[in-house]
């Protein structure tokens, strides 16, 4: 499992993608949060809160193309060159190859996160410590929770074709439905109790709770049973390619 772990790390950063995923959030989102925002709510400078509010707005949009961008890889570019047969006779079972997969692309997306904290110090220093501390670890907590059911959806996505940009394409789609498509969904109608029940199954509603600063079971069992669904049915198409 950690030789599968290892060998996505090692392929992420010796190809342009690793690089290009990197300086892209980095590079995006310092444009948008103290530079070029569309609106002052968006610049963290001119939005007059001691909050990194702005940057959790932001950076679901933007996980939402580069996680399937870093995903579609995976098992697709293995399907296309003939090797997934050689993978699966490893020693390994089909849940620890992709855990193994599913490990590699979490530490990328904690990479991702890290340089964050420079925005973290940099509102605290500016604003003399008043910065909501609570409400920041919930955001990021929320955030790496969203990134981790992308990363989810993103294998199986990958797993059930041998194209990486139609894996792209429906793991984009799959991100989309469930961070968006159930808010727009249950926001359609009429009755409020649909609509509530209809939201709960959207992540959004789950990430912007935790933000909160109040991190719910609820949110947490919605999260890991969000990711256990898409690892099952990973598994599964894994699994079918044996017969």
Same mark, same amino acid.
Request: contains cysteine.
């Given at each position: ?8 790390? !090692?392929? =992420? =950063? ?13 590079? +995006? ?6 530079? #070029? ?17 702005? &940057? ?16 579609? !890889? ?15 006779? %490893? ?27 420079? #925005? ?5 220093? &500016?604003?003399?410590?008043?910065? /909501? ?12 929770? &969203? ?12 797993? +059930? ?16 439905? =469930?961070? =968006?498509?159930?808010? &727009?969904?249950?926001?359609?109608? /009429? ?5 509530? +029940?209809?939201?709960?199954?959207? +992540?959004?509603?789950? #990430?912007?709770?935790?933000? %909160?600063?109040?991190? /719910?079971?609820? /949110? ?20 079918? %390619?044996?017969?």
């Amino acid at each position: 499992m950690f030789a599968i772990l290892k060998k996505e790390i !090692r392929y =992420f =950063f010796s190809s342009l993608i690793g690089p290009i995923v990197l300086v892209l959030f980095l590079l +995006i989102n310092s444009l948008f949060l103290w530079s #070029y925002a569309p609106n002052e709510y968006m610049n963290i400078l001119s939005s007059g809160f001691a909050s990194l509010e702005p &940057l959790f707005s932001l950076a679901p949009w933007m996980y939402l193309i580069l996680i399937p961008a870093m995903t579609m !890889r995976a098992f697709a570019e293995e399907k296309a060159n003939g090797t997934i047969e050689l993978l699966l006779t %490893r020693p390994l079972t089909e849940f620890q190859i992709i855990l193994g997969k599913f490990l590699a692309y979490l530490l990328l997306l904690l990479l991702t996160l890290l340089p964050t904290f420079i #925005y973290y110090y940099s509102v605290e220093f &500016l604003s003399h410590g008043t910065i /909501d501390k609570g409400a920041t670890i919930g955001s990021y907590i929320g955030l790496l929770l &969203l990134g981790s059911s992308f990363i989810s959806i993103g294998l199986f996505s990958s797993v +059930i074709t041998k194209s990486q940009i139609i894996s792209l394409l429906i793991s984009i789609l799959f991100c989309l439905l =469930f961070y =968006f498509g159930f808010s &727009l969904i249950g926001n359609a109608g /009429d009755d409020t109790s649909f609509s509530y +029940i209809i939201e709960q199954f959207g +992540i959004e509603e789950h #990430y912007y709770s935790i933000s %909160r600063g109040l991190v /719910d079971t609820r /949110d947490l069992i919605y999260y890991f049973c969000l990711i256990a669904l898409f690892t099952l049915l990973t598994k599964i198409a894994l699994v079918s %390619r044996k017969w």
